[in-house]
């Protein structure tokens, strides 16, 4: 009789209790992590973090293709931010970095939507930033991309267009802190759930864009999404 090695039946339990193709439907939450890239911490001449800079967007943030980005009339400026998405595939409470990919069921191609005239004001009063980050369609994603298409997360290409410029384009291979430590991290504070998703960061480049533009983005030759701007 063969004998199912671990991960198998992980893969097999997260299947048989959910649909995680879903994930935008069934998930509860969606956990950033702000200031994840090396390039954007030199960019902006802050120190590196000592922890990940975590946020909660709601689940009401999340926008499919089909459908435009509309710009919430109380912002003079919103900026895109390309990401690798993580999708959890089991509940996890105190992982370790060690057993935290054992939760991962696959992954999406994202986009956080950021309001950066809210988060100066927010930043500079030490306010939360949930209504700079958690607007209606301020999170963009792909499909579902199960863990087994990716052969390592940690080396995936990123790439953003406005317009058809380019302008981002960076490499998960230089996240700050990888995605077992995020998900470490995280669990000592919350409990992930099946359907959560993880937003690891954006690499250099992130900047404002307007009404009439169309975004396009892309994760190595996994997934590329395009969207229309439009104003509320």
Known sequence: MVRLNARLLFRMSCQNNQNLTNFINDGKKIVGVALNYMDVVKARNVAVPTAPLVFLKPTTSYLQEGHPIVLPKVFTKVAYEVELGVVIGKQCKNVSEAEAMKYVAGYCLALD????????????AGSPWTLGKGFDTSTPVSKFIPFDNVKDAHNLSLWLKVNGEVKQKGCTADLIFKVPAIISYVSQYMTLEPNDLILTGTPNGSDAFKAGDVIECGMADLATMKFQVCAE
């Open 113 to 124: 939507l950021t309001a950066q005239c809210n988060l100066v004001t927010a930043r500079a």
